[in-house]
């Protein structure tokens, strides 16, 4: 029989009553159903987020946006999202009764599969929250880690991510988590034995200290695989998730980089050396950021991330076409500094040029100049070209716009780390 087609449209926000809905969308009959593969028929799920006192309105919208993308990139399709405002996130429910009772008539008249929440919820609201809608519950850390599972292709990505799993799962524990092995037993340990979550609890402990002691082997090659290379001087591309690092790495390194406009399409990372005039460097590609990045992956990701710790030069990739571009260069930032890697030399380069819109301003509009009317010339005029802390350049990685300028930014900056390492063989350059 012929499977049927599944449509759906992008979907918008609609006035102020915090919902975006995606329409023309029909839920197949059970009949239906059994004619169509895992593969084409996407779960359903409502997103919701809360507006607190510190957010604007305008910015929680984009971070479901974001959200959506990031459920999208897990294979899901969202059919409404729900914005409360409140003061504070409720400490039990995370949103508010009178709204509890809202999205759950959502759920089952729209059929939804699962509810996510565009925040980390405690294990008490996720008891609640499962409790008071009879479904799955996921948080903003549960869809990240899940996209990171599909998308790991290597081993080192695979125990990195399983680690940063377990030790989410391990305070949630809801008797959900299937035997690893068998209970143990013998002469001496007949008793009165375990309950299930505490078994569950000792062999999820047990599985975590043992990918502890597999990260450190692995921590122990990487750092013996950059000793090998400490003759050259090492470049690393840092940057929000989706800004086109990969293309980037591509065009400077010749290379085949999987890149792909999807959130978290590189996981491991990549090293290649590029030769930019009679200079030579490695340039490594890394894993992107994303605001509100779960904290245990960035501890799982240690000996990843360690090759943007000891780098010599990084180079900060922002996707200059997109609205929050700024709110996406501070929260790669603060991942920066949180890793230990905030003071290094960094060139800052806005790519997708090719992709920058702007809203054309009327002559006769009074009202005041906005980011959304500003020409790229505009921008290039701006702070983010004339800080005197960090070198700045405008590109277009798939359209290879102004690369050759970008590569004797490169060489620029490398020359100046030859000068310092290299005393004596400053003639070359």
């Given at each position: 029989m012929k499977k049927s087609n599944w449509k759906t449209d992008k979907g918008k926000f609609k006035g102020q009553t915090g919902i975006w809905e995606h329409e023309n969308q029909r839920r197949p009959s059970p009949q239906e159903r059994n004619t169509f593969s895992t593969d084409t028929v996407p779960e359903r799920a409502i997103l919701v987020s809360v507006c607190d006192s510190k957010t604007t309105m305008e910015r929680t919208e984009e971070c479901l946006r974001e959200l959506a993308f990031l459920l999208e990139t897990a294979g899901g399709v969202p059919v409404k999202t729900v914005i409360q405002k409140l003061e504070r996130p409720d400490s039990r429910t995370y949103i508010g009764s009178g709204k509890l009772e809202e999205v759950v008539e959502y759920k089952n008249a729209l059929e939804a599969d699962f509810i996510v929440f565009d925040d980390e919820l405690s294990p008490a609201q996720l008891r609640n929250l499962e409790k008071a809608f009879d479904c799955r519950i996921l948080d903003r850390t549960t869809l990240i880690l899940d996209i990171f599972a599909k998308r790991a292709r290597t081993s080192i990505a695979k125990?990195?991510?399983?680690?940063?799993?377990?030790?989410?799962?391990?305070?949630?524990?809801?008797?959900?988590?299937?035997?690893?092995?068998r209970q143990r037993g013998g002469i001496g340990m007949r008793g009165p034995g375990e309950s299930q979550i505490e078994t569950d609890r000792r062999l999820i402990t047990q599985k975590i200290t043992l990918l502890k002691e597999r990260l450190k082997d692995i921590d122990k090659q990487k750092t013996q695989q950059r000793k090998n290379r400490e003759s050259l001087v090492r470049v690393a591309l840092v940057g929000y998730t989706n800004v086109g690092k990969s293309t980037l790495m591509n065009l400077l390194a010749k290379s085949d980089v999987f890149a792909e406009n999807k959130l978290f399409a590189t996981l491991d990372t990549t090293v290649r050396k590029v030769v930019v005039d009679n200079l030579p460097f490695l340039l490594t590609d890394t894993v992107g950021f994303i605001r509100k990045l779960p904290h245990g992956l960035v501890e799982s990701f240690k000996s990843t991330l360690d090759e943007v710790k000891e780098a010599d030069l990084l180079m900060h990739v922002v996707d200059i076409s997109h609205p929050d571009y700024e709110q996406q260069i501070e929260s790669v930032n603060h991942t920066l500094d949180e890793i230990g890697a905030a003071d290094k030399p960094t060139i800052m380069v806005f790519n997708k040029i090719d992709a920058y819109r702007y809203v054309e301003k009327d002559p006769d509009d009074l009202t005041p100049v906005t980011k959304d009317n500003w020409t790229l010339q505009m921008l290039q005029n701006s702070w983010l070209s004339k800080s005197a802390l960090q070198p700045t350049i405008f590109i277009s990685a798939a359209e290879r716009q102004n690369i050759d300028a970008l590569r004797q930014m490169i060489y620029d900056e490398i020359c100046q780390i030859h000068a310092i390492r290299y005393p004596s063989n400053n003639f070359l350059y």
């Open positions: 125990t990195q991510v399983e680690l940063a799993q377990l030790q989410y799962m391990l305070p949630r524990l809801t008797r959900m988590w299937t035997h690893l092995e």
